[in-house]
């Protein structure tokens, strides 16, 4: 087998609804069958008009990226300081859901396809219909992987060829059988155009000649066959999410199959910004424990900073949480309630310390009020911004 990689020049800028399949044939007038088209995803999500406007700089800026983010992610990965992997809608795992600020005016982002795969088949039938050529069309992005420095292109949706050479049956040279060896052959394409394209270099589309002899008529699952199933995916989460995973799991644990609705938790004045996202994630803490603490359990938060401090005392220390609010927690049944009733009353309150913690609050337990039976949780955020509330 060889192989040529072709760069395809001239195509220029790319704007919402551009004909791709008409731009490309142009510049690439000596298309032949069966060669395979390497496209980057940017121009294809131009073309579909995949944009959002966005502030050129400052905090608000940053602000609509992380809200755009939210939109296009399925489930979070993991995270560290500002990056965030995420799985996207398409089962995808990359940075950012692979949205892009570059190759773009800086008042817009740019989003991955809606659907690779069908765009990929789009092009393709377009191409063959109105141009003649019967290629295959892959679209491609960059991605980082797992345990490696450096990016690649792999691809994100393909067309006209399968996404894996299955080798399995397979006998090798020695005698023996091949079990799982499955090779992502459009990966491996995508990264061969990517060595004739570039960012810089404003060369959005490559062929690759001599891979196949005709393109194959079925388009088949695409690219689609490449994402992982989530029960064989040995590493779905990072660290701290998998820690978070945890202990939501920890504090819905069931010792049996009495737990009801839990009380709204009783309102309070609210003082600031902060306090309003602390007494957010409490409620969430509270219905992730919904169903399963002893019904009747009563919660009352007190988030009003003069009450907080004259229930703690001068003496508590300020700096242990930077927006501290108090959450009363009372068994059900009136004083002097039966042992057992109390005994649950513990369980549950580490369920909820441990939904807490899951929502990125911290929590340290305090005796009741004067005269009352139960505890007090003394909930806040540490020192340093609340924005993973």
């Known amino acids: 087998m060889r192989l040529e990689v072709l760069p395809v020049l001239g195509i220029g800028d790319v704007t919402e609804g551009d004909d791709l399949s008409a731009l490309i044939a142009t510049a690439a007038p000596w298309l032949r069958d069966g060669d395979v088209l390497v496209v980057t995803s940017k121009i294809v999500s131009k073309a579909e008009g995949r944009l959002v406007d966005v502030p050129v700089d400052g905090p608000e800026r940053e602000a609509a990226r992380a809200e755009v983010l939210a939109g296009e992610t399925?489930?979070?990965?993991?995270?560290?300081?500002s990056?965030?992997?995420?799985?996207?809608?398409?089962?995808?795992?990359?940075?950012?859901?692979?949205?892009?600020?570059?190759?773009?005016?800086?008042?817009?982002?740019?989003?991955?396809?809606?659907?690779?795969?069908?765009s990929a088949r789009a092009l393709r039938a377009a191409i063959r219909e109105r141009h003649g050529a019967d290629v295959a069309v892959i679209i491609s992005d960059?991605?980082?992987?797992?345990?490696?420095?450096?990016?690649?292109?792999?691809?994100?949706?393909?067309?006209?060829?399968?996404?894996?050479?299955?080798?399995?049956?397979?006998?090798?040279?020695?005698?023996?059988?091949?079990?799982?060896?499955?090779?992502?052959?459009?990966?491996?394409?995508?990264g061969a155009g990517e060595l004739v394209k570039g960012k810089?270099?404003?060369?959005?589309?490559?062929?690759?000649?001599?891979?196949?002899?005709a393109a194959d008529p079925d388009d088949g699952r695409g690219a689609a066959a490449l994402v992982r199933d989530a029960e064989?995916?040995?590493?779905?989460?990072?660290?701290?999410?998998?820690?978070?995973?945890?202990?939501?799991?920890?504090?819905t644990l069931a010792e049996s199959t009495a737990g009801g609705p839990v009380p709204s938790?009783?309102?309070?004045?609210?003082?600031?910004?902060?306090?309003?996202?602390?007494?957010?994630?409490?409620?969430?803490?509270?219905?992730?424990?919904?169903?399963?603490v002893a019904p009747g359990t009563v919660w009352t938060l007190v988030t009003d900073e003069r009450r907080?401090?004259?229930?703690?005392?001068?003496?508590?220390?300020?700096?242990?949480?930077?927006?501290?609010?108090?959450?009363?927690?009372?068994?059900?049944?009136?004083?002097?309630?039966?042992?057992?009733?109390?005994?649950?009353?513990?369980?549950?309150?580490?369920?909820?310390?441990?939904?807490?913690?899951?929502?990125g609050l911290g929590s340290a337990v305090l005796p009741a009020s004067s005269g009352a039976i139960g505890s007090t949780l003394l909930v806040g955020t540490p020192p340093g911004p609340t924005t993973g509330l």
């Not at 960059?142 to 292109?153: S, V």
């Not at 600031?272 to 602390?278: F, K, S, T, Y």
Request: glycine share 10%; net charge neutral.
């Open 308 to 359: 907080v401090r004259d229930r703690l005392g001068e003496s508590a220390p300020p700096q242990a949480y930077r927006s501290g609010v108090l959450l009363d927690c009372a068994p059900p049944g009136p004083p002097g309630t039966d042992p057992g009733v109390l005994i649950r009353f513990g369980a549950d309150l580490h369920r909820l310390r441990a939904a807490l913690a899951a929502e």
């Open 200 to 213: 810089c270099d404003q060369v959005p589309v490559a062929v690759v000649r001599g891979y196949l002899g």
């Open 232 to 251: 064989h995916d040995l590493f779905a989460l990072g660290t701290a999410e998998a820690r978070v995973d945890g202990l939501r799991a920890a504090a």
């Open 74 to 81: 399925a489930r979070p990965v993991a995270r560290r300081g």
């Open 142 to 190: 960059t991605m980082g992987r797992p345990w490696r420095n450096g990016l690649t292109d792999v691809a994100l949706g393909v067309a006209g060829m399968p996404a894996v050479r299955d080798h399995r049956g397979e006998v090798d040279p020695y005698g023996n059988k091949l079990n799982i060896t499955q090779m992502a052959v459009v990966d491996e394409l995508a």
């Open 83 to 118: 990056t965030r992997i995420v799985q996207t809608h398409h089962g995808f795992v990359m940075a950012s859901a692979g949205i892009d600020a570059s190759n773009v005016d800086r008042s817009r982002l740019v989003l991955l396809p809606k659907d690779p795969d069908a």
């Open 265 to 292: 938790v009783v309102p309070a004045v609210l003082d600031g910004a902060d306090a309003g996202l602390v007494r957010a994630a409490v409620d969430r803490a509270l219905r992730t424990v919904a169903g399963v």
